[in-house]
């Protein structure tokens, strides 16, 4: 089973009627996360019967389970069932495991006839699927630490992190934490990122997180590790990363055969910045046709306040480049190196 489980504090049941159950009531669990959301709501209110009151039960280690029986299995034209262990719960309801599940529980627990689980279980959630966790399996203590951890709140912020140091991922990840800088593809000054690097990974070793919240868990080990250059010559390497420095930014105006050309050709919208620091989005103007005009345009305002806000309506690009003088932002490294400009081109 792996480690990195998802083992709520809450769970929240909803039931539909059953006559194919012990208790008559076939239940669909889903949970609160370390937020206190929700999670799976939306198909979960879809399913269950809203005259029967779900309940909402701590997620603390529990005994008295029973298994119960096999349903689903077959596969008849259009109608496909997985094959799934319906479980009774002592707190009154009946609900599903895989066969995956029932295994590991039949490998950590014992089933005795007529009374049915020994031991303490917990619900948890690998990915989207519902698990049921022996407590006595020996992968417990390692996902119950884990998921202390997620419920703690956080030790440190961004400022706190230390160059080198070793890290806890939310997925049970040993990262080493390589500093703060500009993503490759980040054209705006807020987006700066966390990089780490995980050598343990069998895929890409950078990982990049623009909030460490729910990300990373805690400090493992304050001491930069040893070969923190060779790590950072291989992030250099990233095609996330960028040694930009935003102190050499330079907004740079358009031609207006650049504007004409490049918006002309632009597939759907792109956006320009004016001398007033503000930002515009451009689109071909419809009619009744799906496909917009070759020749006319609409100007859309980009403010967080305004977004989607149309400041000009079906007019010739040469008209938003007179009332706008139009720029586009240019990024250097920290040696003045250009690394991108940020124009819209024309093929």
Not at 32 to 42: A, I
Not at 240 to 262: A, H, M, P, Q, W
């Amino acid at each position: 089973m792996r480690t990195t489980i998802f083992v709520p504090e809450k769970i929240n049941v909803g039931f539909q009627d059953r006559n194919d159950t012990y208790t008559k009531k076939l239940a669909y669990i889903i949970y609160f996360d370390q937020k206190g959301v929700l999670r799976k709501e939306t198909s979960w209110q879809g399913w269950r019967d809203k005259k029967i009151d779900n309940v909402i039960c701590e997620n603390i280690p529990t005994s008295g389970f029973v298994l119960n029986k096999k349903v689903g299995g077959y596969d008849t034209g259009w109608n496909h069932r997985q094959t799934y262990c319906r479980v009774y719960d002592p707190r009154g309801f009946e609900f599903e495991i895989t066969i995956p599940n029932l295994l590991y529980i039949l490998e950590n627990a014992t089933s005795t006839k007529g009374k049915g689980l020994e031991g303490d279980f917990v619900y948890g959630w690998d990915s989207k699927d519902l698990v049921l966790i022996p407590v006595d399996s020996p992968d417990y203590k390692e996902i119950s630490e884990l998921n202390k951890l997620r419920f703690e709140k956080a030790k440190f912020n961004g400022k706190d992190l230390i160059v080198g140091a070793t890290y806890k991922s939310n997925n049970n990840d040993n990262l080493i934490y390589l500093g703060r800088f500009y993503e490759a593809n980040g054209e705006n000054k807020e987006s700066k990122t966390y990089f780490f690097y995980d050598k343990n990974s069998k895929y890409s070793k950078i990982e990049h997180y623009k909030s460490l919240s729910n990300n990373i868990l805690d400090i493992v080990d304050e001491k930069c590790v040893e070969d923190y250059s060779d790590l950072m010559d291989e992030l250099s390497k990233s095609s996330y990363y960028s040694e930009r420095d935003s102190k050499n930014d330079k907004y740079i105006y358009y031609t207006l055969e650049e504007f004409v050309n490049g918006f002309k050709s632009s597939w759907y919208e792109d956006h320009f910045y004016t001398n007033e620091n503000l930002k515009y989005f451009v689109r071909k103007h419809r009619n009744y046709s799906w496909y917009g005009s070759n020749d006319r345009f609409d100007v859309y305002n980009c403010d967080k306040n305004k977004r989607d806000e149309k400041v000009l309506d079906d007019v010739t690009l040469e008209t938003i480049f007179n009332k706008y003088k139009p720029m586009y932002l240019a990024t250097y490294k920290t040696n003045g190196e250009l690394i991108k400009e940020w124009k819209v081109k024309h093929e």
